[in-house]
């Protein structure tokens, strides 16, 4: 593991160190707050964990976070689950993300850019004044604050104007991409009973345009508590009989009037990738996501006014969410609506350079694409801006720190951070005064006592174990829809540690305070009692260029034993002779492990995934170890069903 190698691959210069918000942010938490003036980010960490309150204090103060009630206290009751947060604060999150207008009105609060790689602006003024019109418009339409409203919306303005207008009127917000089939959308919608829906007539990605006006259709007949149905022609279509136009709610000139709600109200509901049973639809509250991104954003991300904020996602993943939370420290955040690889691979670095991205966010998935098809994004495109680039979605293998490094820039930072849509924020990842080491994340973040612990609840440190935080986030739950006594969230986290968060993810917590993500732990390979996450044996096995994609299982035997095979979804025009299978071998023993070496290699027509772009393993495993297809899967959460009954049918077949 990369722990025995202790030289950083890039380190930040003293001018970085010195100007960036963190640095400025624990001088002045050491002279109101007693935090260490000393000690640099490891010693800011633990103040932040082992003075919680005190923390979170600093947090609100320094971003001048506006309390129209004050709050009695910082954290009323610290138990998981149910910890409360700022009890008696009254605020609004849209009254925040909008504060820019009143110094920066003309300035672009918003860059739109389609597949023609244009962008167009929307200042902060425009996105203030669209927002009061539709704030107004919903309380016209009867939305008061706790009713639901929902968006079949891609990454586009209107889709953040309209999460900013509900959460305004302090109504709870929710939203799938269109490319969400309609299934897939009524398995989360029909859980909240929205009573507004925005909806397009249809989407465009990889060169073509997807009418969804039928989808549409099906949603409104399905979802009974709609009161109204707003029509965003983003392919030019007129609205359906029935429908409001989104040109008429969003016309007026009218100031927004922001509901001062209790700190733990919701604001939004996200979705895990439900790949069992209904999606978990997870409740996040305006405080607890204000506060949480605040510091995420402005502080281990760096950003504020002069900054321009990409992420690739689309409004299905929390990572949207996150990427408009940018406003709230003034950022101009870009929406890319569109492929990822379209026209060319190279499309999310043509983005970058002609929004002048300072900080690009992309999918591991996305760079080791890249890498395997020779892009060359410094060499073809002025990157000049870019001072960061983020990854998520899964572990950057260490190829991965290296590509960016030779073909981005020598003096990147690269920010790979893991969390969760439970959270919708990082446990661990971006510190801008931090070294970066291959393979690794930076360290855990600020107010999140992240520990890796053994089975018994022990902290290991430069051993594998699983993911907890042992002390509240603001932006943890405050609930599970439809889950009146808790019993599903205390489940989802606390059933295996009472009172400590597991996420489900294997770590090692190294001694330098860095961290290496492993995998799902519910998908680990385990073999002789060497652990392994799923994550290791992709990165050696994908940098093969015969292998496209690649899923691993492992399953324990009723008598003991453990069959491990190795699917792959092979490149065009590669064959799964005895040479390839030897050198698949040969990687892994010589890599990774000779106990991973896998039983069978077996070739699949695909690899299936989540709508968020996760390999599906769980389900695969349930699969092989014969549960039926119906009862292993929640269908609407897999993005080609069909790929399933391979593994269905080899399940059949060795039983």
């Known amino acids: 593991m990369s722990t025995v190698n202790p030289l950083p691959l890039w380190q930040p210069d003293p001018q970085r160190i010195a100007q960036a918000q963190i640095t400025k942010f624990q001088a002045w938490a050491a002279e109101h707050h007693g935090a260490p003036a000393e000690g640099g980010y490891p010693a800011l960490h633990r103040w932040s964990v082992d003075r919680l309150e005190t923390f979170w204090k600093a947090v609100t103060e320094w971003f001048d976070v506006r309390f129209s009630t004050p709050c009695a206290r910082v954290l009323g009751d610290r138990t998981m689950p149910g910890a409360q947060w700022f009890p008696g604060a009254t605020l609004n999150y849209a009254e925040h993300a909008l504060r820019a207008a009143a110094t920066r009105a003309d300035e672009p609060a918003l860059l739109r850019v389609d597949e023609s790689h244009e962008p167009q602006p929307v200042t902060w003024s425009e996105l203030r004044r669209q927002v009061g019109s539709l704030a107004e418009g919903l309380r016209a339409l009867g939305v008061r604050p706790g009713d639901r409203v929902s968006g079949y919306l891609p990454n586009i303005p209107e889709a953040v ?96 009037v922001f509901e001062q709600v209790p700190f733990g109200h919701p604001l939004w509901v996200l979705y895990s990738s439900g790949t069992t049973g209904l999606p978990k639809a997870i409740v996040q509250s305006q405080g607890g996501i204000l506060v949480e991104h605040l510091k995420q954003l402005g502080l281990h991300c760096d950003l504020g006014p002069g900054d321009r904020f990409f992420w690739y996602t689309s409004t299905g993943w929390m990572m949207w969410n996150f990427l408009v939370s940018g406003l709230l420290t003034g950022t101009t955040i870009v929406l890319y609506d569109g492929s990822p690889g379209y026209p060319g691979t190279d499309a999310q670095w043509r983005v970058a350079e002609r929004t002048g991205a300072t900080l690009f966010g992309t999918s591991a998935a996305y760079v080791m694409a890249c890498r395997k098809a020779g892009v060359h994004p410094a060499r073809d495109h002025d990157l000049s801006r870019i001072r960061c680039v983020g990854t998520t979605g899964s572990p950057l293998p260490p190829d991965g720190f290296r590509w960016l490094h030779d073909e981005v820039g020598e003096d990147l930072w690269i920010a790979s951070v893991s969390g969760g849509t439970d959270v919708c924020s990082c446990f661990a990842g971006a510190v801008p005064t931090l070294p970066v080491h291959i393979g690794e994340l930076q360290a855990p973040c600020l107010g999140t006592d992240l520990q890796s612990w053994d089975p018994s609840g022990a902290p290991l440190v430069d051993e594998v174990g699983e993911l907890v935080v042992t002390n509240p986030m603001p932006s943890m739950p405050i609930h599970f829809w439809n889950d009146p006594d808790g019993s599903r969230y205390h489940d989802s986290y606390f059933a295996v540690y009472p009172g400590v968060w597991r996420h489900g993810d294997w770590i090692t917590l190294t001694s330098r305070g860095s961290v290496v993500i492993h995998g799902r732990s519910d ?46 979804h092979l490149a065009p025009g590669a064959v799964l002779d005895d040479a390839l299978l030897d050198r698949i071998k040969r990687t892994i023993r010589e890599q990774l492990s000779p106990r991973h070496v896998p039983d069978e290699v077996i070739e699949v027509p695909g690899v299936p995934h989540t709508l968020t772009g996760k390999r599906i393993e769980v389900p695969v495993k349930r699969l092989l170890q014969g549960t039926p297809l119906e009862k292993a899967v929640n269908p609407g959460s897999v993005d080609d069903l069909a790929l399933l009954r391979f593994y269905e049918d080899l399940a059949r077949k060795r039983a």
Not at 230 to 237: A, E, I, Q, T
């Open 523 to 568: 998908s680990t390979l385990n073999r002789q009692g060497v652990r392994m996450g799923s994550a290791d044996i992709y990165e050696a096995v994908e940098r093969l260029p015969e292998i496209r994609e690649s899923l691993v299982i492992g399953i324990e035997q009723p008598d003991g034993g453990y069959w491990m095979p190795l699917f792959v």
């Open 161 to 256: 104007v309209a999460l900013l207008a509900t959460a305004a009127v302090g109504a709870v917000w929710t939203s799938c991409a269109p490319d969400f089939g309609a299934r897939s959308v009524l398995d989360r919608f029909q859980q909240v009973e929205p009573v507004v829906l925005f909806a397009v007539d249809g989407y465009r990605y990889g060169g073509k345009e997807h009418d969804r006006r039928d989808v549409v259709a099906e949603l409104r007949r399905e979802l009974p508590t709609l009161r109204a149905v707003v029509h965003v022609p983003l392919l030019g279509s007129a609205a359906p009989e029935g429908a409001l136009a989104w040109a008429d709610l969003t016309a007026a000139d009218v100031e927004p």
